[in-house]
C-alpha cells in the first residue's frame, strides 16, 4: 500500500507514458458491504479496458495490462482494509500506486498518457499533513496522515505496550535495602545493622514512575521520526492524564496544543484520521485563509490567473507558488512542451480520440513537480470556482 504523500503525489504527477489507467472508487467500511466494491471495480476495469481497444490497444494487450488489478479483486486481504475511497494506478508494467482515500471520490476510470491527479488532489484537501501519536498502555501507535489518508509508522526500540516495559520488573527483588549502623549498635560499639527500605511512595506513585518510563521510550521514538518534518504538526491522542505526562517528557516542538481525550485502544486508523483532523482544522483553516488572502491581494496584477491556458505554461515553467482548484472538470485542451502553447481547448472529456487532457489537472501536476502548493476544494461554495493560481514572479 502507498502512502499519500508529497513523495507519492510527485510520482504520480511525473509519471507519463502510454498507456496510463487512473481509477477512483468510493468504497465502503463495513464487510457486508464490500463485496459490491468488487463489483463495481471490476466493471471500472471493463471500461478502461474497453477504452485501451478504442484507443488502438490489441485486446490481448489491453487485458494484460490489467490483469495486475484483476489479481486485487480476488485477494481477499486487500478488501478487509478499510476506507473512504480508493485510488489506482496502472501502467503498462502493473499496478504503479493503490491508495485508500478517507474521502469520498467519484467513481471513474481514465485512460491516457499520464495519471488523472484531480479527484486524488481533491480527497486530499490541500496541505493538511500532520503526525498523529495514540498513547494507550496496551499499545501505543503512530500515525502519518494529511487531508486523505493515514498510515500507521513501526516505532523502533519501544515496548509494545506498558506490560511489556514492566516485564524487566517481575524478575527484580519486590524490595531493596542497604545496610547502614543502627543507632543502637553505635551506642553500643557493635556491628550490627538495620534496614533502610526504598519504597515508591505508594501504588499511585509506582504507577506513575513506571507509566514514565514507558511514554519516555515512546516519546524518544517519536522524536526521532518527527524531526524529520519540523513543520508537521504531532497531534496526541490518549486519556488526559497520560498526555499531560507525556507532554511533559516531550522534546518535539512541533507537538500540538490541540489533543483529542479519551482511550484509543478500539479506534481504528480511519476513525483516529478522523478525529486528528478535526482536533487541527482550525490551525488547518487558519493556513488556507492566508494562501486565499494572498490569492485576493494579488487581484488586478500580473501576478494572479483564472486561465488555464495562461496557468498551465506558467506551471510548466515553474511559476506557479498557489494554484487553487475545485472539484469539476475541464477544459480539456492539448500542450506543446517546447512551445508551451496551449491549444484545441475545448469543455468536453477526450472521448478516445486526441482532444487532450483536463488543463486544471495538467496544471496541478506540473505545479506538483515545480514545488508550488495545491489547494483544491470540495463542495456546493468552494472559495475558488474552476482554477486561480498566484505566480512566483
Known sequence: MTPLDHETLTAVARHCAWPSISIYLPTHTTITDKEQDRIRLKNLLREACSSLVSRG???????????????????????????????????????????RLDAPVTEQAVVGDRFFMRPLLTAQRGERRFLALAIDRNGSRFFRGDGGSIEEVALE???????????????????????????????????????????????????????ERYLRKVEGAVAVVARQTPETPLVLLGVEYSLALYRSLNTV????????????????????????????????????????????????????????????????????????????????????????????????????????????????????????EVFAFTGDNPPVNGVAAVMRY
Open 57 to 99: 490497444m490489441r485486446q490481448p494487450d489491453a487485458e494484460m495490462v490489467c490483469e495486475p488489478v484483476r489479481t486485487l479483486l480476488e485477494d481477499d486481504s486487500f478488501w478487509r482494509e478499510s476506507a473512504e475511497g480508493l485510488a489506482l494506478f496502472v501502467s503498462g508494467s502493473g499496478v504503479a500506486h493503490v491508495l
Open 157 to 211: 526500540g519501544i515496548p509494545t505496550s506498558l506490560a511489556d516495559e514492566l516485564r524487566y520488573d517481575e524478575v527484580q527483588p519486590a524490595v531493596q535495602y542497604s545496610s547502614l549502623p543502627s543507632p543502637a549498635s553505635s551506642v553500643g560499639g557493635g556491628r550490627a545493622t538495620g534496614a533502610i527500605f526504598h519504597g515508591h511512595g505508594g501504588e499511585k506513585d509506582t504507577d506513575k514512575s513506571n507509566l
Open 253 to 372: 516542538p512541533s507537538l500540538a496544543p490541540e489533543q483529542v481525550n479519551g482511550a484509543t485502544d478500539e479506534l481504528a486508523p480511519h476513525e483516529v484520521h478522523a478525529r486528528a483532523l478535526e482536533a487541527l482544522e482550525p490551525r488547518f483553516a487558519a493556513v488556507i485563509d492566508q494562501r486565499l488572502s494572498e490569492l485576493s491581494d494579488g487581484k488586478g496584477s500580473g501576478t494572479v490567473s483564472h486561465d488555464p491556458t495562461v496557468i498551465v505554461p506558467a506551471a510548466a515553467a515553474g511559476r506557479v507558488k498557489m494554484l487553487f482548484l475545485d472539484d469539476s472538470v475541464g477544459p480539456f485542451g492539448t500542450f506543446d512542451r517546447v512551445s508551451h502553447e496551449v491549444d484545441s481547448v475545448c469543455a468536453d472529456a477526450p472521448n478516445g480520440d486526441e482532444r487532450g487532457w483536463d488543463l486544471v489537472d495538467l496544471a496541478a501536476a506540473e505545479t506538483i513537480l515545480h514545488g508550488g
